[in-house]
């Protein structure tokens, strides 16, 4: 079984794991971790907790995340299936505007999706996966789940460091771009003319009214009321390609996770359009390989390898599960995997995809006292997303819309009304049919390098789930690129030189994702969590 209660952390760390009965809360911001547990001591379960959460972390980290985003999540029901639980899937990842064609981003004179402005700018889902969550599973009013966050946009809340670093660079980034549609994002981000500092006191009022707005329509008012009418203004007003009709035909989708067993544990993601297929890949890939230790240079050349493979092929292969020319059986089959496998040698791979047969994130856990628990991650993209800011809303837009391509032979092609390629992946792990718990790392593309990564320090190396987030990272960058933490053992770096990858070593550690994990003990009903030490993060416990 898994370590959870073992003291051994060979890793410098800020925490210890943290161990809970009654309820648990993950976050990388103190201030939402504190409004989750304040949901579970009201009575509310795990799912209330997330949305509560969820709401909190556009106002104190916009920085990854807001209301104009998207959000996906997995939830564990512990009552269902005869009490022996049931995980259940949400996509709330958004559409392609109707207007938005590649031929109109062609006439706009861009030959690939640009990363800012109104072009791309695909339809927020975060807003309705809040609604469809506590319709489905939650137990308090949903006005009560916003409560706290509307508090903290109108009272205003001091500015976390890493936060205030990541809101500096924004800065920087929007101030080189000189479109009408940004101007909002300074008037509503930058109110004393520069990005706040660590500690400084940062207040919304815009957003106070619009998440206030949310909580008394059960957020219908953004997808067919008055906010959905000032959206659309504003994109008609500043050329863009979003209009009403396609806020109101959205809906979040209830899906199956998708699974594969990894010595003898289930790990489970979002399917397509997500991309936690390639964490499922890569693991198929390395369960049937010989691992050692984690500090030894021949497993950490087989771990590169393999996501190395799986990343090309995701990359080539997922978006709209109706648009794949491969599907998800075939990528995960026994007899492609064993190809991909038989590519792994002694030297680094420059990967190529296979053909089978047939940036800006926020992640966090939450789990209650009857053993529900949450894996829930919504983001904007890079970073505030598109740049684009609704006046007087404080509604950033996400840039999803750049992972479309605009080659039409790619699967992956822009189409009106069409989900992209999607970064974001919440995780969760089960053995035997039993709810272990959530996980995740959030981070663009280190998103599923990250899940590996968690998956096999929890599970090959014996780490105990703080210390599964302490370990250094690595990331796969292209080709032969790898990026390694400094704080990698060096006789690892030197290794993975002669054997061809290209290192590049990282002395700032905001590009390796920043996750949780929280693991129920089935024995006990213990939780033991584990918090990001690259961030602001915390637990809160009952």
Not at 94 to 116: F, H, R, S, W
Not at 149 to 160: K, N, Q, T, W
Not at 221 to 231: H, K, P, V, W
Not at 347 to 358: C, R, Y
């Amino acid at each position: 079984m898994l370590t959870l209660f073992s003291q051994n952390n060979p890793y410098p760390s800020r925490r210890s794991a943290t161990y809970a009965k009654r309820g648990m809360v993950a976050t990388s911001q103190p201030l939402a971790s504190q409004i989750g547990r304040d949901m579970l001591a009201q009575g509310g379960n795990a799912v209330d907790a997330a949305i509560a959460v969820a709401a909190a972390l556009t106002v104190v980290e916009p920085t990854g995340c807001g209301i104009g985003g998207d959000a996906f999540a997995l939830v564990w029901i512990a009552a269902e299936n005869n009490g022996k639980g049931k995980l259940h899937g949400l996509n709330a990842s958004g559409t392609a505007p109707e207007n938005l064609t590649p031929e109109a981003v062609k006439q706009a004179g861009y030959d690939n999706m640009p990363l800012y402005g109104w072009t791309s700018v695909t339809v927020p889902g975060t807003p309705a996966a809040w609604a469809e969550l506590s319709r489905k599973f939650g137990k308090l009013d949903f006005a009560t789940l916003l409560t706290p966050a509307i508090r903290l946009a109108h009272e205003g809340f001091p500015v976390s460091p890493v936060i205030s670093t990541l809101w500096q660079r924004a800065e920087v980034t929007f101030r080189q771009h000189d479109q009408a549609s940004m101007q909002a994002w300074f008037d509503t981000f930058t109110p004393e003319g520069h990005a706040p500092r660590p500690g400084e006191m940062f207040r919304c009022e815009a957003q106070a009214r619009t998440l206030k707005a949310l909580a008394e329509t059960q957020c219908e008012s953004f997808y067919r009321g008055d906010l959905a009418e000032q959206i659309d203004a504003f994109s008609q007003r500043t050329g863009g390609y979003l209009r009403r009709s396609d806020l109101a035909a959205y809906q979040a989708e209830w899906v199956e996770p998708i699974s594969v067993n990894y010595r003898g544990y289930d790990v489970w993601e979002i399917p397509p359009n997500g991309q936690g297929l390639v964490a499922l890949m890569a693991l198929r890939i390395l369960e049937g390989l010989k691992i050692d230790s984690r500090d030894n240079p021949h497993t950490l050349h087989q771990q590169l390898e393999a996501m190395k493979l799986a990343f090309i092929d995701g990359q080539t292969h997922i978006t709209q599960p109706e648009f794949m020319s491969h599907s998800v059986e075939a990528l995960l089959s026994d007899d492609y995997t064993r190809t991909r496998r038989a590519l792994i040698g002694e030297q680094a791979l420059d990967p190529t995809p296979g053909k089978p047969t047939g940036g800006g994130t926020v992640y966090f856990s939450t789990a209650d006292e009857e053993g529900n628990m949450v894996s829930f991650i919504q983001s904007n993209y890079h970073g505030f997303g598109s740049g684009v800011v609704i006046p007087e809303t404080g509604i950033a837009m996400q840039n999803r819309g750049h992972n479309f391509s605009l080659d039409p032979a790619h699967d992956n092609v822009l189409a009106p009304g069409k989900k992209t390629f999607h970064t974001i992946i919440p995780g969760f792990l089960t053995r035997d049919g039993i709810g272990l718990g959530p996980f995740g790392v959030m981070g663009g593309f280190m998103q599923p390098q990250g899940h590996v990564q968690m998956i096999m320090n929890l599970v090959d190396f014996g780490l105990n789930p703080q210390a599964a987030l302490d370990a250094p990272r690595w990331q796969w960058m292209g080709g032969h690129r790898i990026g390694m933490e400094h704080n990698f053992p060096i006789h690892l770096v030197r290794e993975m030189a002669t054997r061809g990858h290209d290192i590049q070593l990282a002395h700032d550690s905001t590009g390796f994702g920043r996750g949780q994990i929280i693991i129920r003990d089935p024995d006990t009903g213990i939780y033991c969590g584990g918090t990001e030490p690259r961030t602001d993060s915390s637990i809160a416990v009952l």
